[in-house]
């Protein structure tokens, strides 16, 4: 399990924290008023790409050590609030249909990018900072006494671009995050998507093959490595659980890019599971946990409470239910009691994925606070099941994922299944998926036992009633059906509930995620406007050369 953060509070996000958290209506009145006085406020300090505030180092003061600002990194995985309004819950969960949104009332979606954006280029910046002075360092030590350092430095840069790259596509990476250092790199230009990906990639291998787990390791010279490990909130210092993270996000991303540059990608899946290299493993999901890391994760109540439009949808349903039976009666998916709840009348009831003019309105209070003191207060026009209430609602135990052991499962099961970077064996295939799917249930599981406020799931299911269902049920057997890549895809796709950006990754490459309706036409998210304001020349080069900025572009990676 993840440990980490030193919270990161600057002006935009107090300005976001005491300004976004109130009826969205005043926001589009304020921003109909002023669009532009608006923007130059809340994001000219949005990318360190450039200005003026940015250009001057912030890392000014001498005492502050490389441990702290690696730190606050560590802090900036946090998911900004809104980025989850916006993007999450706006945007990413009706167009991957892991929910139903039942009105379209906040369409700018801008506020979440530039929330996401804005995030990364403060964070790149002291990933810079910490380079920088790692470089200095060498004049005076041993490189390889960095090494350990640099590995976590270059691990924590991956995942951050790669979940950046992928929603936007072509970003300044390269260039990027040394406005401060040097003028002539504040407004950088922008780079490919697949040189950013084959960089990571490399950056990754070394990362795992360089960080030493010795304990109290020396370089051959005899001078100690450099320890951040009473600074590590992350992994709590646990050089090995970084290595695992590091292979198990370069299988992430070979997977990815693995219809677009086979030849790049499957060496990279050869290597790690073929040499059975050191992976995230059954419980050893990586996660942001407030109530070990000394914050509070208010930012999921306020999105969904403030946004109130998403509920359980069909098509979600119909991989949890067997029938369409208020009862519950038809569940065969222990996670939908962890997912979603009954409606106001206690009665599981979906909204249409595709409604049409004869569907009654959304409406109740399901995500309000006062649920806290009497849960089963969810409004009377609440007619259709909402997320769980404590999965949003608990501030403290409930985590953010950010990468799981069943998801590790099964990228290796899509890998033998279809003989990427190893030969095609479809009886470790089906081993690796059933060792994915009791992962995946049991995560949710501890994710509810360990939340001190959640009272009202269901019994837990034994490991072995978890085995015996997962083997014998029909739609989640995979020795009972012949489309074994689609049931894949499927769970791989429903373990990913509360990770809606890995869903639109997979339903992106593959095109085989449930769905009802239409296929998904939505590849991209729009660059910010601040990047327009804050870097023009480049951005329109850009455009150029991408021919629109518009969200039907595909990034590069997809086929």
Request: charged share 20%; glycine share 6%; with cysteine.
């Amino acid at each position: 399990m993840v440990h980490s953060m030193v919270q990161y509070v600057d002006t935009f996000e107090d300005f976001k924290k005491n300004n976004f958290k109130i009826d969205d209506q005043f926001i589009m009145k304020k921003i109909s008023f002023s669009i532009i006085t608006i923007l130059l406020l809340l994001f000219s300090s949005s990318c360190e790409k450039g200005f003026e505030e940015l250009n001057q180092n912030p890392f000014a003061p001498t005492e502050t050590g490389i441990g702290q600002l690696f730190n606050t990194v560590v802090g900036s995985l946090q998911l900004g609030w809104n980025e989850q309004f916006y993007m999450h819950n706006e945007t990413l969960y009706p167009l991957t249909q892991l929910a139903a949104l039942t009105t379209s009332t906040f369409p700018n979606v801008s506020l979440g990018t530039e929330d996401m954006w804005s995030n990364y280029y403060k964070a790149l910046a002291h990933i810079r900072e910490i380079e920088q002075r790692l470089n200095e360092m060498e004049e005076t030590t041993e490189a390889e006494a960095l090494n350990n350092v640099r590995g976590m430095l270059k691990i924590l840069t991956a995942y951050k671009t790669f979940r950046v790259t992928d929603m936007f596509g072509d970003l300044p990476f390269f260039e990027a995050g040394q406005g401060y250092q040097d003028l002539d790199l504040a407004r950088p230009k922008f780079d490919r998507q697949e040189d950013i990906y084959k960089f990571l990639l490399d950056e990754l291998a070394w990362a795992a093959e360089n960080i030493n787990i010795n304990p109290e390791p020396v370089t051959e010279g005899g001078t100690p490595y450099l320890s951040l490990e009473s600074f590590d909130t992350f992994f709590s210092g646990n050089l090995y659980t970084w290595i695992k993270f590091a292979n198990a996000l370069r299988l992430r991303h070979a997977m990815r890019m693995v219809e677009k540059d086979p030849a790049f990608a499957t060496p990279i899946l050869k290597e790690i599971i073929e040499n059975n290299l050191p992976v995230i493993g059954q419980g050893e999901d990586v996660v942001m946990l407030p109530s070990a890391q000394s914050w509070q994760r208010e930012s999921s109540h306020w999105s969904f409470r403030e946004h109130n439009n998403l509920r359980m949808g069909s098509n979600i349903w119909g991989v949890l239910s067997e029938t369409d039976a208020s009862d519950g009666s038809g569940i065969f998916d222990p996670r939908a009691y962890l997912f979603f709840e009954t409606n106001n009348a206690n009665e599981w009831t979906a909204f249409p994925q595709v409604p049409d003019e004869n569907t009654p309105d959304a409406g109740g209070t399901p995500y309000a606070s006062q649920r806290d003191a009497n849960y089963a207060l969810k409004g009377q026009a609440n007619i259709y099941s909402p997320f769980n209430y404590y999965l949003i609602r608990d501030n403290m135990d409930i985590p953010e994922v950010i990468l799981t052991a069943a998801e590790v499962s099964f990228i290796r099961t899509e890998a033998y299944l279809r003989g990427l970077g190893v030969a095609q064996d479809v009886a470790i295939a089906e081993g690796e998926y059933l060792s994915g799917l009791f992962s995946s249930i049991k995560f949710w599981q501890n994710v509810k036992n360990n939340s001190t406020m959640w009272v009202n799931a269901s019994p837990d299911i034994s490991d072995q009633d978890i085995f015996a269902l997962i083997n014998n049920h029909p739609q989640l057997s995979i020795f009972a059906t012949e489309d074994k890549l689609k049931l894949l895809y499927k769970q791989r796709w429903l373990d990913a509930f509360r990770q809606s950006w890995e869903a639109y990754s997979l339903e992106r490459r593959t095109k085989q995620t449930p769905r009802i309706g239409e296929a998904l036409n939505h590849f991209r998210f729009k660059y910010p406007p601040s990047e327009v304001i804050n870097n023009p020349e480049n951005w329109a080069a850009q455009i150029a050369a991408m021919g629109s900025d518009e969200e039907n572009v595909k990034v590069w990676w997809m086929p």
